[in-house]
């Protein structure tokens, strides 16, 4: 399955304490049942990570690759009724990054492989539309 839009989220918490407290919760809110939705609507990947060289902040990255454009937006949907409410426990802001893939190199595919939408203004029409 290829992958034809990513999110990048950036979390950027107030404390070590404040971003271990997320840490801690990530499956409490992210129940299994949740991503079993996301999943069935198109949500391919989600990978947390610490963001290590922005030295004396807490920030976590998320990245998300979805199947399309419109698996981004029901995903999101889901979401919104169930994660964004929790979001108020946390002192953090998040800021999110969304995107079309046009050059992708995986270690197994030998070599790049180029979308064909090269350009900027097709794929910020294809972004706008996510």
């Given at each position: 399955m290829q992958?034809?839009?990513?999110n990048?989220t950036?979390?950027r ?5 404040a ?6 919760q990530i499956?409490i ?5 949740i991503m079993s939705?996301?999943s ?8 947390v990570m610490?963001?290590?060289n ?9 990245l ?8 981004f937006k ?14 108020h426990?946390?002192e953090?802001v998040?800021r ?7 050059v992708d190199w995986?270690s197994?595919a ?16 294809t972004?706008e539309?996510?």
């Amino acid at each position: 399955m290829q992958t034809s839009c990513v999110n990048f989220t950036e979390l950027r918490f107030t404390s070590e304490a404040a971003l271990t407290r997320y840490l801690e919760q990530i499956e409490i809110i992210w129940t299994d049942d949740i991503m079993s939705k996301l999943s069935k609507l198109g949500l391919q990947r989600k990978s947390v990570m610490r963001i290590w060289n922005h030295q004396d902040q807490f920030k976590l990255g998320i990245l998300w690759e979805y199947t399309s454009p419109a698996a981004f937006k029901e995903c999101q949907k889901v979401i919104s009724a169930n994660i964004l409410p929790h979001a108020h426990k946390f002192e953090m802001v998040a800021r999110s990054l969304r995107g079309v893939p046009v050059v992708d190199w995986r270690s197994d595919a030998g070599g790049f492989t180029i979308s064909g939408e090269i350009n900027a203004d097709s794929n910020k029409e294809t972004a706008e539309t996510a």
